[in-house]
């Protein structure tokens, strides 16, 4: 019900576009959020968007390179990345919350539906 797709690999400094597709029916209304977990690590919050795209939030270490957006007529959530470093190398996940309080919008356990990761990997 959410796919993930658009990982791959690219120089340091470069740019990808990550593309979440959910579906309407069961996720008309939610908040869609990116999270990525680096190998050995936690899964770590990187983006979210409410349904009405009037708040996002973002995790600092990318604040001003990443972009979250949302197209609900086509129901799908994208992530552009740009100057990418090796740091953000990670599988890179979309997740769906109903959660109606945007200070929840980064907490793992505020989202109940999660796609398959996509991977992303960024050489120096």
């Known amino acids: 019900q959410l796919q993930a797709s658009g990982g791959g690999l690219v120089q340091a400094g470069g740019s990808l576009t990550l593309s979440c597709a959910t579906s309407?029916?069961?996720?008309?209304?939610?908040?869609i959020a990116w999270f990525r977990q680096e190998p050995g690590k936690e899964r770590e919050f990187a983006a979210a968007i409410r349904w009405n795209s009037r708040v996002t939030v973002y995790a600092d270490s990318i604040k001003g390179r990443f972009t979250i957006s949302r197209d609900n007529t086509r129901n799908t959530v994208l992530l552009q990345m740009n100057n990418l470093k090796p740091d953000d190398t990670a599988l890179y996940y979309c997740a769906a919350s109903s959660t109606i309080i945007s200070s929840t919008l980064r907490a793992r356990s505020a989202y109940r539906y999660w796609g398959q990761g996509t991977l992303v990997t960024v050489s120096s």
């Open positions: 309407a029916r069961t996720f008309s209304g939610y908040a």
